[in-house]
Every structure is written in C-alpha cells, then in structure tokens.
C-alpha cells in the first residue's frame, strides 16, 4: 500500500516540473553555489560587462519552455539553437563563463548541477557582485534536450516593445505589472547595440522622426555613438551607472534617458510609471522587487524531460 503511494509520487516528480528548493544541492554538491560565485567574482574583474551578459541569459532562457538551460546550446549540423533567435543572434554573450562555471563544478561533483541551476546562480550572483540585492534560490532544474527556437523567435519581445504589449505579455507568465517594471530594473547593468535603437533615433513608428519621449541632449550623445552609417554592433550603456545595480536606471527614465524604447516606455505609459516613480525615489522598494521578480522568473518551468548535462552547450550522448 504504502509502496504504491510511494510509486504514485515518484510518477507525478517525473510527470510535472520538478520541486526546487534552495537546499536541493546539500547532499551532492555543497559547494556548489561558492564554486559559481567565485568563477563569476573572476569573470567580473576580467571584463565587467560579462556579469550582466550572464543575468541576461536567465531572461533569454526562462520565457522560452522554462528555466532549462535551452539557450545555451549550441547549433549541431542539423539543429539550429536559440542562439540563432531573433533577441539572441549578435547579441547574447559571456556564454564561456557559464563554460568556465561548469568545467569547475565538473571537477568537483562531476554529472550533479544542471546548466539551468548555473544560469540561475550566476544570474543571482551577477547582481548581488554589483552593488545589487542578494538571495537565496530554489535549484533543482534539469536541462532541456534539445533546443526551442522557434518559440524563442516567438516569445522574446523586440526593443521596440511598449509598455502595453510587455505588460500583456508578462501576464502570460502570471508576472505582474510591477514583476515586469522591477524585472526590466535589471537593465540597471550592460550594454546594448545601436542596432536595438536606430528606429527609435530615426524613424520612430516609420514616422520619420525620432521617439520625442528622448531627453534631447541624451539624444545628442545617442546620436553621436550612433550616426546613421554606424556599424551597428557598436554598443552603449543601458543606464549612467553600468557596472553597479542601483536604481539610478529608472532615475534616468524619470530624466528619459532610457536607452532602449522598451526601457524608456515604461515611463511613458501610466500603467508602468507609478512603478517607475516608486523605484527612481526609493531603491531599497526597487530591490526587493526586483529579487520577488527573479525568484518569479527562475520558477518557470515546462513538464518536459530533461539530463543534467555535461556540457552546457551540447545535450548528453544517449
Ligand atoms: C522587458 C522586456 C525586455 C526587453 C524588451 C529586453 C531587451 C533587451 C535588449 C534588446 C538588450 C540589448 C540587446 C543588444 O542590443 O545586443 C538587452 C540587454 C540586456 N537585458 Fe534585457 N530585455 C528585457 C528584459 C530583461 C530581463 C527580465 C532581464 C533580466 C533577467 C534582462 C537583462 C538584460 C541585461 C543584463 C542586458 C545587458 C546584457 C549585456 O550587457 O550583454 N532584460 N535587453
Ligand atoms: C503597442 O504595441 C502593439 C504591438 O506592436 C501595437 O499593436 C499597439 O498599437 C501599441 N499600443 C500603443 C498604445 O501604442
Ligand atoms: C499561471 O497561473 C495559473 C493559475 O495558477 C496556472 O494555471 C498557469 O499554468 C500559470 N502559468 C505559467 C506560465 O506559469
Ligand atoms: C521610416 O519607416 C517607414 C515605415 O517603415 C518607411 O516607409 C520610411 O521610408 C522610413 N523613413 C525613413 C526616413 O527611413
Ligand atoms: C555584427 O557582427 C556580426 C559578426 O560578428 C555580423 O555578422 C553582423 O552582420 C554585424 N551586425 C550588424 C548589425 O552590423
């Protein structure tokens, strides 16, 4: 009888999504979440930006099919990876430090923590080494075998966004209003292309005009890094204070100085303002937001198999 019961529970663990939990790694690799920090702690002193490249690949990787390490595989001869998506090609970046993360948990608890579990650490890890909050995550995910890139090319929302349409869409995810306004707080670090802005410098909505919701001294200096011929991979700052997550991003809303038109409309439309006023005036309401968003975001998960890879970029030979 009891056996039964216990079958019947096994089925459902391997039938829906996996329970995290923030202790699932004691047993078998309790060292794990120091050995990513210090791998990310290097990775911040080689070259600053790749800790916010590495947060991004939480956002890049949870919309599509859940947490589950899609993202980082690479193209095989036959299928394409997500890496080809529309809001990932020329663009996501710093996927050798989730390599150097992997190789060194490898060593130490060889086939135990899953790539998804890392993109989460790391992602927890890239704000709380910049200034930023830091907490505690729930880990447990397997890694997803293969990879989603139509759905990517699907879900992941354009620069050009508006407020209307991103809150529209964070719902499908049951993330709020504020979840989307505190989550894009996240922009508080990086960079991004003068490709994700020349229509808003240029041709906004195919007006033939610039976005007027642009400060125009800041559209000055935007237009100064990227004139119309740029070559446009060349990148500028999301907020004033790139390498330290504070709140000075959402100051900069307030001063529309965003600089993607994603970011800068969360001003405009008064549905997200509120949110953004809240946060520009107090950073410590913005923090805790933005780690409930986090926590939101890294609980996606799909009811599909998965492995703990060996290898974040390639799914295990059967
Ligand atoms: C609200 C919807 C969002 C949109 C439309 C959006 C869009 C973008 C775009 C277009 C870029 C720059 C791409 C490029 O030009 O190369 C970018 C960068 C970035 N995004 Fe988002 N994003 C959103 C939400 C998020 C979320 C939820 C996170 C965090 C989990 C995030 C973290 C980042 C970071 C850290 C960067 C800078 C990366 C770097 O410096 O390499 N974004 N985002
Ligand atoms: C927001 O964007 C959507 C999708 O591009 C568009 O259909 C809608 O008209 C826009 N809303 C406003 C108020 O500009
Ligand atoms: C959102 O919440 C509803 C109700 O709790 C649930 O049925 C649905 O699966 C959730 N959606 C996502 C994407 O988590
Ligand atoms: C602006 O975009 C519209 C619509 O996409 C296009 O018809 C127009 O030619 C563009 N104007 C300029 C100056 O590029
Ligand atoms: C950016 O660089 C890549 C190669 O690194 C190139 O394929 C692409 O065309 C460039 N994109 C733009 C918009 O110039």
Redesign the pocket.
């Known amino acids: 009888m009891s056996s039964l019961f216990l079958l019947f529970l096994l089925h459902i663990t391997i039938a829906t999504a996996a329970q995290l939990r923030p202790d699932h790694y004691l047993p078998t690799c309790p060292n794990a979440e120091s050995i990513v920090r210090n791998v990310m702690k290097k990775a911040l002193i080689r070259e600053p930006?790749s800790v916010?490249?590495v947060?991004?690949l939480?956002?890049n990787d949870c919309f599509v099919n859940g947490c589950d390490a899609s993202v980082l595989l690479d193209d095989t001869p036959t299928v394409p990876g997500e890496k080809q998506a529309l809001?990932s090609i020329?663009?996501?970046?710093?996927f050798e430090v989730i390599d150097e993360i992997k190789e060194a948990l490898e060593k130490v608890c060889p086939g135990r923590v899953s790539c998804a579990d890392i993109v989460i650490m790391a992602?927890r890890d890239?704000v709380a080494l910049t200034g930023g909050p830091d907490w505690k995550v729930r880990l447990g995910r397997l890694d997803s075998l293969s990879p989603w890139l139509e759905e990517s090319n699907e879900i992941m929302?354009?620069?050009r966004?508006n407020a209307s349409y991103?809150i529209d869409l964070?719902k499908k995810f049951n993330l709020s209003v504020e979840d989307?306004v505190a989550?894009?707080g996240?922009?508080s670090?990086?960079?991004?292309?003068c490709?994700?802005i020349m229509f808003r410098l240029y041709n906004q909505s195919g007006t033939g005009r610039p976005d007027p919701a642009i400060e125009p001294k800041y559209r000055e200096k935007l237009n100064k890094l990227c004139p119309t011929n740029v070559d446009q991979n060349v990148?500028g700052d999301?907020d004033a204070t790139p390498r330290v997550f504070d709140n000075q991003y959402f100051k900069d809303l307030v001063a529309g100085r965003g600089f993607?038109n994603?970011d800068q409309t969360l001003h405009t439309f008064t549905q997200t303002r509120s949110f953004v006023k809240l946060f520009s005036k107090d950073q410590s309401v913005f923090f805790k937001a933005v780690v409930n968003?986090?926590l939101k975001?890294g609980d996606l998960q799909s009811n599909q198999r998965g492995e703990i890879r060996r290898n974040c970029r390639v799914v295990n030979k059967r």
Not at 189 to 193: K, T
């Open positions: 930006r916010a490249s947060m991004r939480q956002f809001a020329n663009s996501l970046r710093s992602a890239a929302p354009s620069p966004s991103l964070f989307l989550l894009s996240t922009h670090i990086g960079q991004a292309r490709f994700s990148t999301l993607l994603s968003g986090m975001l």
